[in-house]
């Protein structure tokens, strides 16, 4: 079953306009922890922002934010005045506790387009 | 400057070969990851390290191995008997025992078949 599920292949926004990137999670885990990834064309993947699931407060980073409902297993990120080196692609990922360790489950992506 | 340094940046396999992605990492963290990328999919998890000598299978090892002989290095080897093994490949780290300390990345390896 899809643990992370992105339902936005593709989004465009206007520059300098705000955009919201969907993430919906699904563990029975009472602890874990959420994180936006950025990747653009040359590969690198880059931390953007991390939600813990007892974290009381939403999560910002500068023009990041994460819209956290824990309720219905939602972890939105919200990129404010994008700009055009925002295009890329974005990934909601969560971290789990398994046997062994932690590890990090990956959702599909979102292409996001920066327009002029 | 502090990073995880993967090489080589593309590289080439042929029909039956064996070959060796490096990942260095000079942050002192205990855990280290090995994820593959298809075009327009997420990240999966083929091997994960939590400390020297010791690593697990994830999700999709068949076809790979690990060794992890130094703290610093975790390098990946895909086999022949990968089928198909063209795809981006992410090496990555975290600190152990830290609930929110995040993954840092590599600058990947774009792995084609001959």
């Known amino acids: 079953a899809q643990k992370i599920t992105q339902t936005q292949p593709g989004m465009f926004v206007q520059e300098k306009e705000a955009v919201t990137l969907d993430c919906t999670y699904d563990?029975?885990?009472?602890?874990?922890?959420l994180f936006w990834y950025k990747q653009p064309s040359s590969g690198e993947m880059i931390f953007l922002i991390y939600q813990g699931s007892y974290d009381q407060q939403n999560a910002t980073e500068g023009r990041y934010s994460l819209n956290f409902q824990k309720a219905r297993k939602s972890a939105n990120l919200v990129i404010s005045a994008s700009q055009l080196g925002d295009s890329a692609m974005y990934f909601c990922?969560?971290?789990?506790?398994?046997?062994?360790?932690?590890?990090?489950?990956f959702g599909p992506g979102t292409r996001l387009s920066v327009l002029p | 400057d502090g990073g995880i340094t993967q090489s080589p940046k593309y590289l080439f396999r042929k029909e039956g070969q064996n070959v060796t992605l490096s990942c260095e990492q000079n942050?002192?963290?205990?855990?280290m990851y090995w994820y593959r990328q298809d075009p327009g999919q997420g990240l999966r998890l083929i091997y994960y390290s939590q400390i020297v000598n010791d690593f697990q299978k994830g999700d999709i090892a068949e076809g790979y191995s690990v060794s992890r002989e130094k703290k610093e290095s975790f390098p990946l080897t895909v086999t022949s008997a990968q089928k198909n093994p063209t795809a981006f490949y992410l090496c990555?780290?975290?600190?152990?025992?830290?609930?929110?300390?995040?993954?840092?990345f590599g600058s990947g390896t774009q792995l084609s078949v001959l």
């Open positions: 563990t029975s885990d009472p602890s874990y922890g």
């Open positions: 990555a780290s975290r600190i152990r025992q830290s609930p929110n300390e995040k993954l840092f």
């Open positions: 942050l002192n963290h205990d855990a």
């Open positions: 990922a969560m971290r789990e506790v398994q046997g062994w360790g932690q590890n990090f489950v």
